[in-house]
């Protein structure tokens, strides 16, 4: 099988300077995001919020791509294309969530798995007649004095491994998202030996189950204190230690680490990637793919009137070109004042 296709996709992904747009949010997902700016969620505001979004001027200066859901793939502009044909003609690969979401793991109190293996092959040549030419997959992992347990670390890395297989198969490049929740209050030092172990166990998976790790990109968490720890590590610390982890367990051959912003501020997720840059090179791409550190702003200014559409393309196109200047680490928070 030629798998050269599958390594200029996700270059593509994280080419220099730009980063994914994570729009692939659930419908109860989507509708406690609109909750939040009375707005109500049904399939007109979706595709009129997300039509804000992917036709804001200029936005292929700074994004690579856009992971998108079910319905969205197959909904279309104002003007009348599909969503996936307008972005791949600006230049921006078009993805899709392909996961059912994360379950109720069986004999593992308060643990999660992700399903949605049955069926993904068909599933997947559907989407990749629709355009997409990435997938994502989300494995949630929490952290607690006892967990996670390394039943949900297998199941969900075994799980990971076997979607990356079909998509390739598919000739899909998989987004491999191994999520250590920020939730609780724990230290920096126990986020780093939780993702140290679950990166582990995710490249022998995908190992054993002959996945071409230079045609996958892999969305992690940063190594991060959890929301609620008591002295949460700064950026400096965050940064380092985020590259360490993924030094040590990260093989060379992956193309791009695109991260996941998990609940930080859009301004700490910024600044956190532009401090990694600061010291490059590293041997992959670091990028983002964030959904609330790219949306929150732009969500907020829009509050679902269509007088605010010009608000919320600026604001979404400012966000992106901040992330995109901490792709070299050109970033300085001062920006956020000036623009
Ligand atoms: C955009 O949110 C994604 C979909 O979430 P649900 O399946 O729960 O509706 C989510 O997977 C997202 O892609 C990642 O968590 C990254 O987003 P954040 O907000 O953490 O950057």
Redesign the pocket.
């Given at each position: 099988m030629d798998l050269s296709s599958l390594n200029s996709i996700a270059q593509s992904m994280v080419a220099p300077n730009k980063g994914i747009l994570?729009?692939?949010?659930?419908t109860?997902?989507?509708g406690k995001r609109f909750a939040t700016i009375d707005t109500e969620s049904n399939e007109k505001s979706r595709q009129t919020y997300r039509n804000m979004l992917f036709t804001s001027a200029n936005a292929s200066d700074y994004i690579s791509g856009v992971?998108l859901f079910d319905e969205t793939i197959r909904q279309s502009t104002d003007d009348g294309i599909p969503f996936a044909e307008y972005l791949t003609s600006l230049g921006i690969v078009p993805g899709i969530?392909v996961?059912k979401?994360a379950k109720k793991l069986p004999m593992c109190a308060g643990e999660l798995v992700t399903e949605g293996l049955d069926g993904l092959r068909e599933r997947l040549a559907e989407y990749h007649e629709l355009g997409a030419r990435f997938a994502?997959w989300?494995a949630v992992l929490s952290i607690a004095d006892d967990k996670p347990s390394k039943t949900c670390i297998e199941v969900n890395a075994h799980a990971l491994a076997r979607y990356s297989a079909l998509c390739q198969e598919a000739k899909i490049v998989p987004i491999v998202?191994p999520?250590v929740l920020m939730d609780g209050d724990h230290s920096i030092n126990k986020c780093y030996d939780v993702t140290a172990e679950v990166l582990n166990k995710v490249f022998t998976s995908l190992n054993e189950q002959k996945v071409s790790l230079n045609g996958i990109i892999l969305?992690p968490n940063m190594v991060i204190s959890g929301a609620d720890a008591k002295d949460r590590a700064d950026i400096v610390t965050v940064a380092g230690a985020t590259v360490k982890c993924l030094t040590e367990h990260v093989p060379e051959e992956v193309p791009g680490i695109a991260f996941?912003?998990?609940?930080q501020t859009s301004e700490e997720?910024t600044a956190h990637l532009n401090a990694m840059n600061e010291h490059g090179p590293h041997p992959w791409q670091l990028s983002f793919?964030?959904?609330?550190?790219l949306q929150a702003q732009p969500l907020k200014a829009w509050s679902g009137e269509a007088s605010n559409i010009n608000a919320g393309q600026k604001a979404f196109i400012k966000r992106s070109r901040l992330n995109s200047l901490a792709r070299t680490g050109n970033y300085n928070p001062q920006m956020e004042e000036t623009g």
């Open positions: 994570a729009a692939d949010e659930s109860p997902t989507i992971i969530k996961d979401g994502k989300r998202e999520e969305k996941l912003s998990g609940g997720a793919s964030y959904g609330r550190a």
